[in-house]
Nanobody, 115 residues
């Protein structure tokens, strides 16, 4: 079955950087686009970034454009989210998702941006 396992979250100071990873299994990773979303308590889960299969087209939420970079390694079945210039408002649980509309989600990893 599909399994998505996020890692790399933690506590970081404002202006700092983190890289999240999502290891995928149970499907043909190279043929699927992959997404990152985030959620804070009391709010809906929101889109952060997407990378397509093949030509690896990317798109980002306006709130992270220019600061976050999504990438993938098809040999390792892993998608990454490099997060730079982190702000307190980036604090959330970050989830990876197969595609943009599937019900396949990881369990999430907490990112806290605080001094």
């Amino acid at each position: 079955q599909v399994q998505l396992v996020e890692s790399g979250g933690g506590l970081v100071q404002p202006g700092g950087s983190l890289t999240l990873s999502c290891a995928a299994s149970g499907f043909t990773f190279s043929l699927n686009g992959m997404s990152w979303y985030r959620q804070v308590p009391g709010k809906e889960r929101e889109f952060v970034a997407f990378i397509s299969s093949g030509v690896r087209t990317t798109n980002y939420a306006d709130s992270v454009k220019g600061r976050f970079t999504i990438s993938r390694d098809n040999d390792k079945n892993t998608v990454y989210l490099q997060m730079n210039s982190l702000k307190p408002e980036d604090t959330a649980v970050y989830y990876c998702r197969r595609g943009r509309s599937s019900t396949d989600w990881g369990q999430g990893t907490q990112v806290t941006v605080s001094s």
